[in-house]
C-alpha cells in the first residue's frame, strides 16, 4: 500500500520545506515587464504564471504583495509578458532583486529593450516571445472564510505578440527550441523543456 504524508496546510505541512512549489512544477515564468506612471521601467519574474484562455488570449500572474509590476499595471493598465530562456535565466533572475521601483531592472541585468508597438511597456530583446497585453481584471485574492489575502491576481489580454521566426518550424510554433526556463521547487530549482522529452497523446475523442 502507499503511504502518504497527509497535512493541512493550515496546521503546517511538517516537512524541511514547503513542497507546494515543487509538486506544481515546473511552472513557466510570466517574465513581466511595466512602466510607472513616470515612466520608470520594470521587469521581474512570476511562476504563479499562466496562460488562462485561448480566444481572446488571457495571461495571468500572481504576486505575493503589492510588488512594483502590480502597482504599475494598476495605474496604467498595460504589461508586456516576454519568454524567459536559457539564454538569458541569469538575467531573469537578476531581474527579480529587491530594488527601489526607480531602479530599472533591464539595466540592473544588462538587458536591451525593445519598443512595444501597442502598449507602452518595453519588450526584453533576445527573448524571442513577447505578449503587449493589456489589463483585463486585478483581483485581491481570498481565503475560504472570504479574508482577504495580501496576494494579487493580476489577468491581461495579449492585444500583440512577437514571436521570433526562427522559432517556427513550417509555420508550427517549437515550443523547445527556445530553450524555456520553468520553475521547480526550493530556492533554486529550474527545468528546462528540450526537444527529446516530448511525446502525443491525442484526446479520445479528436
Ligand atoms: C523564477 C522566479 C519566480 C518568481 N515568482 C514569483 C511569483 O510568482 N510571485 C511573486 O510575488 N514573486 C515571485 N518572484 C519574486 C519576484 O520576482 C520579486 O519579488 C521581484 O522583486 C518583484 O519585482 P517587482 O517589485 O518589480 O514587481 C519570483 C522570482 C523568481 C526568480
Not at 488570449?57 to 524567459?84: C, H, Q, R, Y
Amino acid at each position: 500500500m502507499t503511504e502518504y504524508h497527509f497535512y493541512e496546510p493550515a496546521d503546517g505541512h511538517r516537512l524541511p520545506h514547503d513542497p507546494l512549489n515543487a509538486i506544481i512544477a515546473p511552472r513557466p515564468i510570466g517574465w513581466i515587464s511595466t512602466v510607472a506612471p513616470n515612466g520608470a521601467r520594470n521587469l521581474a519574474p512570476y511562476s504563479f504564471f499562466n496562460l488562462i484562455n485561448y480566444r481572446p488570449p488571457l495571461i495571468a500572474f500572481s504576486s505575493s504583495g503589492w510588488k512594483d509590476s502590480v502597482a504599475n499595471v494598476k495605474a496604467t493598465g498595460e504589461f508586456v509578458w516576454n519568454l524567459a530562456t536559457m539564454a538569458q535565466a541569469d538575467q531573469m533572475n537578476m531581474s527579480s532583486a529587491s530594488v527601489a521601483a526607480d531602479i530599472d531592472e533591464f539595466d540592473l541585468a544588462g538587458l536591451d529593450a525593445l519598443p512595444s508597438l501597442r502598449v507602452k511597456p518595453d519588450r526584453v530583446a533576445g527573448s524571442p516571445v513577447q505578449f503587449e497585453c493589456r489589463l483585463t481584471q486585478l483581483i485581491q485574492l481570498e481565503n475560504k472564510e472570504g479574508g482577504e489575502l495580501d496576494q494579487w491576481l493580476v489577468i491581461g489580454e495579449a492585444i500583440g505578440i512577437h514571436i521570433d521566426t526562427s522559432m517556427l518550424e513550417n509555420g508550427i510554433y517549437m515550443t523547445a527550441r527556445p530553450r524555456p526556463v520553468t520553475r521547480g521547487g526550493g530556492p533554486a530549482d529550474y527545468f528546462e523543456i528540450t526537444q527529446d522529452r516530448l511525446f502525443k497523446m491525442k484526446r479520445p475523442d479528436d
